[in-house]
């Protein structure tokens, strides 16, 4: 749908290859604007500790060498990552993972309501919503809690369908019409046919998003978060 | 919740109301990071503490009139199938937080609604397991929820949580009781609510209603309005006929409406469940049944449920005569008893007067006429108003006959209570009490004219017809004007006693139309004060006669308490001792006056009667569905 500007070229500093977008009355999912996602064990050290570090304080920035999608469980740092390639999604194992049932050990491509099994206990549903977008979600099946008790994770490809039918990658049952979060740039941007607020002015078309934004729009609320990481995005596979 | 967004109008955008945004710290060490749902008693957030915390924050509506000290004993339960509370903190805003656990997964009520025709067995089990669990602990710790229904009920991964644990008993009475109760907690709400009975049952009568809705996807009692629902919970047999055979007498238990008579306790309705999951081969093998209080009631367990006298053959829509006669009481035409007084009084009237309608029947059919046309006009109105407000195509159903509670004391539905009527129901019931009255009188002057000898005629009996009527009428009309309101006692008292002269004006025109010329004594000072006055300033004929009727019955309508005896939610339709001390004040008002003793004692007698029959008597257990639902005007409709 929109021409995949990524930036790859890693930027000293920030990325904003990362989001977290909490929606009222539904969730909180990570948005994936970078290529690539890594699945890991949730940080042990203590938030405490970067508070101090931090005095704003209440920041979901993630750990340095913490996953994307952080989970509790019987995991590696990095277990596994799941990457775009063009218009397919590939996983690469770093630690005993089985897909549909089968391990693997290398390399394998995705498809639709993929199952994923991490060291024979987590479990992870891969899926792609919707032939009108080539954007992936990842939900988590077993009782395995992402940090910050977040849905899911949506691997974007342009685009990221939020509304209430099943076709949207983040399900609000409640809302009365659909939102489209749009890869431009090397940022996000918000698009509907709803009457979107924000800021106090009506949006209109696409209007790109800042760290902190929220969007008000008939019965409904979100707000974007960007996650920042300090470390330099590894390209490498 | 459906929005619809309406393209044409305007472009408006609403945000979810919830009162703070993302990133607000509204809560010291807390910061919200989106909001979950608008709950029971106010809304909920997700919010991290400072540390990491994942909690939930829930802000208690202003509204509620919220002790803290109260709530300590609930905030240190600990149950796997609690949610537990954190903290409660108040802020220098004066907002009440509730700090307690995040749970994610679904709520109940949204598990039931994705599984419309029911849930997996194995699913009802286990949750019906939880919550058990989870209130009987509750139970045990002397805590009763209060508010049980799915919307408090969560599943994560097979987890079950039971929240709001509570809170509802520290909601204000006037709250609870009020028209802001939503329909949503209707359908869970135990009979014995409505008369303020809040024991361990209620949670047990929540569970079979969840239970049932588990099972179904349906809840057992729905309608239009919260007191359409609130009637059904209070009078109707619940229809089992959607539940598999092998637990209608568990869940019949469950719903029992007397809560002596209903499943004792959470763990007993589970095992009850459990045991009709795996028993089956029990029934059909007709061994005989263990014992136990769980099977005290022996073989009705197993009796289906279609032979019993149940709800629905009376659960038929009603058509649009059923709904023109229906009295404010929200009972079926036919179970008013004053309708039936009506049609039995006429028949009583044309019986005995039959032989002289063409003569003297003239004076009372005209007046009843007019009184019919009046009650007529009025439910009219009612009836037109109810019908537009209707909504199309939706037959309301009737309640089923009403089944005696006779365990119930119902202690605040009484005169005094402050109840709302509108004006036309006001009317109404007012319009149709004379006119019933009328025949009562009737009734009665036809039965004095065949028994006693004080009734010479004809002429006498009609007499005696409309000093009754006028009698009662100066009873009814105001007690029904002043229905329900914080009216003084003695405001009421000197209003009737007004009315009271003026009927007795009305009796004295009677008495000169038919030359009755009852005889009166002179000896009472007051009575010849009165006289004088109005022979002499109001050169009235006959002044003598007339003191002694505007005395008579002016005083008589004020020495007793009409507005009580003929008041809606009077302890009994007919009182004897009401007329029986009413009389003797009669004879006793008559003795003072000098006004003819026989008519006096008859007439205080055949008034109080007949304006205690001709009243509106609403039954105790409809009073309650009033209180707890509220007079809603029929143009704000169902929720």
């Known amino acids: ?237 | 919740m459906h929005t619809t967004l309406d393209f044409h109008s305007p472009r408006q955008t609403t945000a979810m109301k919830f009162r703070y945004e993302p990133e607000s710290r509204p809560l010291d060490g807390y910061t919200i990071k989106r909001a979950i749902q608008r709950g029971g008693f106010g809304e909920v957030y997700f919010a991290l503490s400072d540390a990491g915390k994942e909690v939930a924050l829930k802000l208690l509506q202003d509204n509620l009139d919220v002790e803290l000290r109260g709530l300590s004993h609930c905030l240190n339960l600990k149950h796997p199938n609690l949610i537990s509370i954190f903290d409660v903190r108040q802020t220098p805003a004066g907002e009440h937080w509730v700090v307690m656990e995040y749970m994610g997964g679904q709520s109940l009520d949204q598990v039931i609604a994705a599984h419309p025709s029911g849930l997996p067995l194995e699913r009802v089990e286990s949750i019906l397991s939880g919550i058990a669990a989870g209130v009987g602990y509750l139970h045990e710790q002397g805590i009763v929820h209060r508010d049980l229904k799915p919307g408090n009920v969560f599943e994560e991964h097979g987890r079950i949580k039971v929240g709001d644990v509570g809170l509802a008993k520290f909601i204000s009475e006037s709250h609870r009781s009020g028209h802001t109760q939503s329909v949503g907690t209707v359908y869970y709400m135990a009979p014995e609510i409505a008369h303020g009975r809040y024991g361990r049952e209620v949670d047990v009568y929540a569970l079979g209603v969840i239970l049932y809705e588990m099972l179904t996807g349906k809840v057992p009692f729905d309608g239009e309005s919260t007191g359409e629902i609130l009637m059904k919970q209070l009078t109707q047999v619940p229809d089992l006929s959607a539940i598999p055979a092998k637990f209608r007498a568990v869940l019949e238990r469950a719903l029992e409406k007397d809560p002596a008579r209903r499943t004792a306790g959470m763990q007993q309705l589970a095992d009850e469940f459990r045991a009709a999951v795996q028993g089956d081969a029990v029934v059909r093998e007709a061994r005989p049944q263990p014992e136990g209080p769980a099977y005290a009631r022996g073989e009705r367990l197993n009796q289906p449920h279609a032979e019993r006298r149940g709800g629905t053959e009376w659960d038929r829509p009603r058509n649009a005569f059923e709904r023109f006669m229906e009295p404010a009481s929200g009972l079926a035409w036919y179970e008013d008893s004053r309708n039936w007084w009506m049609l039995g009084g006429g028949f009583l009237l044309v019986a005995i007067f039959a032989p002289w309608l063409f003569l003297i029947g003239i004076p009372l059919i005209p007046m009843a006429l007019f009184g019919l046309m009046i009650w007529l006009g009025f439910r009219g109105a009612l009836w037109v108003v109810k019908e537009l407000s209707r909504p199309q195509g939706a037959l309301p159903t009737h309640s089923g006959r009403a089944r005696r509670l006779n365990t119930l004391y119902v202690r605040n539905h009484v005169p005094e209570t402050d109840r709302h009527l509108r004006l036309l129901e006001r009317g109404a019931e007012a319009t149709g009490a004379m006119a019933v009255s009328v025949v009562c009188a009737a009734a009665f002057a036809g039965v004095l004219l065949v028994t006693q000898q004080l009734l010479r005629g004809m002429t006498d009996a009609v007499f005696f017809t409309v000093a009754t009527t006028l009698a009662a009428w100066s009873a009814i009309l105001p007690a029904k004007l002043m229905e329900g309101s914080n009216s003084q006692r003695i405001t009421r008292r000197i209003t009737t006693g007004i009315l009271g002269v003026m009927a007795g004006y009305g009796i004295f025109l009677a008495d000169q139309m038919l030359a009755v010329a009852l005889p009166m004594g002179s000896g009472f000072p007051p009575h010849q004060v009165l006289t004088e006055a109005l022979s002499n300033r109001f050169h009235v004929p006959d002044a003598g006669r007339m003191a002694a009727y505007l005395m008579f019955f002016g005083g008589f309508m004020l020495v007793r308490r009409w507005w009580y005896h003929v008041d809606a939610w009077r302890p009994k339709r007919l009182s004897f001792t009401t007329v029986g001390i009413t009389t003797l004040a009669g004879c006793l008002l008559s003795g003072m006056i000098e006004f003819p003793i026989e008519w006096g004692g008859l007439l205080a007698l055949s008034s109080s009667m007949s304006a205690q029959l001709a009243s509106v008597w609403v039954r105790p257990e409809y009073r309650a569905v009033e209180m707890v639902a509220g007079h809603e005007s029929p143009m704000e409709g169902a929720v």
């Open chain 1, 1 to 237: 749908m929109f021409p995949s500007l990524l930036s790859s070229s890693p930027r000293s500093g920030l990325t904003a290859g990362r989001w977290l977008v909490w929606v009222d009355g539904v969730g909180a999912w990570l948005v994936i604007v970078q290529s690539k996602l890594t699945i890991g064990r949730a940080s042990a050290d203590s938030p405490l500790l970067r508070m101090r570090s931090n005095p704003s304080g209440h920041s979901s920035s993630g750990q340095d060498d913490e996953a994307d999608l952080a989970l509790t469980g019987n995991l590696s740092r990095m277990h596994v990552s799941i990457r775009r390639d063009d218009e397919s999604f590939v996983l690469t194992p770093h630690a005993n993972v089985s897909v549909d049932g089968r391990r693997v050990s290398r390399d394998v491509l995705l498809s639709d309501r993929s199952e994923l099994m991490l060291n024979d206990s987590v479990r992870l549903l891969f899926e792609l919503t919707t032939p009108l977008s080539l954007s992936a979600r990842l939900t988590v099946l077993s009782d395995h809690r992402p940090k910050l008790s977040i849905q899911g994770a949506v691997l974007m490809a342009g685009t990221c369908l939020l509304g209430p039918g099943v076709e949207n990658h983040i399900r609000c049952p409640a809302w009365s019409g659909s939102v489209v979060l749009a890869q431009t740039g090397s940022g996000l941007s918000v698009k509907s046919r709803l009457p979107l607020r924000s800021d106090g002015r009506e949006l209109s078309g696409l209007t790109s998003l800042r760290d902190g934004q929220i969007v008000e729009g008939p019965e409904l609320r979100f707000r974007m978060e960007q996650v920042r990481s300090r470390q330099v995005d590894r390209t490498g596979s």
